[in-house]
């Protein structure tokens, strides 16, 4: 049964803590983690994300410095990933990144692109009020980020290989080394999340989760 | 290949503007999808989040005046959901809610619950800041529902089933709608997003997306 297959991919995720260090994800298998965040969908399609794989095991250090929800994983993971998001700097409707997404990916001509732009400043302006705050235009992007970070730790669950999402970090301190020891202008760029990929040490605990009754109604 | 499969999944899925109205979701169907959603992780596991599912024509009526985004799937989704996240009112660490969800869904101990507010507290105040307002809090919330988001689109596509997201809608206008007709409290929760379920009526356009080359950086 098809259900049954993704529901077990769902339920083999779980937040693993600590990695089997002796193991590793293969260079195809990893290629195949990324390629699901790259498919992933984002508002507007504009795709507000970049990814940083940290193999180095000197600059995972420096990142435990300032991740106390890494603490377990940055040390043992296979592969470990800063997911970045855009600031209002290239999200903006009036910036060249929106253009070079709608020309050069989205292959729109130039009176569609006219039409889509007005559609999205009256959604950045009007609809949520995105350009009120740096923080809220850049909390938006940060929002697509996460479609990318369910896509990709599904795709390990797919194929057996674990993952954990890290939320755990001071945003200022990470920002601040993301700039210094990894040339990332944080202007343009800044830290949405972390996740680590590797294989399970441990057993999963019994997952825990609302029942359905209480987290949907119909109308 | 398994890989393949997840893949031909992600590349299944697409926004979907227009339904075929005569195919509906099996009750079954739609609750696999419902599941994906429960089954989803959130920061902390706290599940800050509601899904309305709206299938009363009436009140569809009624969310188009207000969702740009959702002219044509609104009339012809089989199932229409949209999705709600809590404010900071249920989702601050000194909150009965969260109370409720480390004691009666983690059943987290006495001790393990205290332990858990503080560093709960410290994240919300120190490390990200999302106390400074009530955007900032309700948005991080909102993060966490896209991941849901993602399952549920997935899941869909897993069974050839469509979907849409929507963000293009009028937030105030949408959450006074809420209040009004849905009896919705939106000092608790107000609108992510919606998503549109059903069967397509026309061929999906080509996926254009980044090369993974501009989206990753190896470290």
Chains 1, 2 share one sequence.
Not at 132 to 159: G, H, P, V
Request: aromatic residues 14%.
């Amino acid at each position: 049964m098809k259900k049954d297959q993704f529901l077990e991919m769902m339920n083999f995720r779980h937040a693993c803590k600590v990695f089997d260090e002796t193991k590793k994800i293969s260079d195809e298998d990893f290629r195949y983690i990324l390629e699901a965040a790259r498919l992933s969908p984002s508002s507007f399609g504009y795709e507000p994300w970049h990814f940083l794989v940290v193999q180095d095991m000197g600059l995972r250090e420096k990142l435990k410095e300032h991740a106390w929800g890494a603490q377990g994983t940055l040390p043992t993971a296979s592969h470990f990933v800063v997911a970045l998001a855009r600031t209002g700097k290239t999200t903006r409707y009036d910036s060249d990144y929106i253009e070079h997404m709608m020309a050069d990916i989205h292959h729109l001509p130039e009176d569609a692109r006219t039409k889509r732009r007005s559609y999205y400043q009256a959604f950045q302006e009007k609809d949520f009020h995105l350009l009120e705050s740096k923080r809220a235009i850049f909390d938006w992007a940060c929002k697509q980020t996460y479609i990318a970070l369910a896509n990709m730790m599904n795709a390990a669950a797919y194929i057996k290989i674990d993952s954990c999402p890290v939320e755990g970090f001071v945003a200022d301190d990470l920002n601040k080394l993301l700039a210094d020891e990894f040339n990332i202008d944080t202007s343009v760029f800044q830290a949405a999340y972390m996740v680590a990929f590797g294989y399970r040490k441990d057993p999963q605990k019994e997952k825990t989760r609302q029942p359905l009754e209480d987290i949907v109604s119909w109308y």
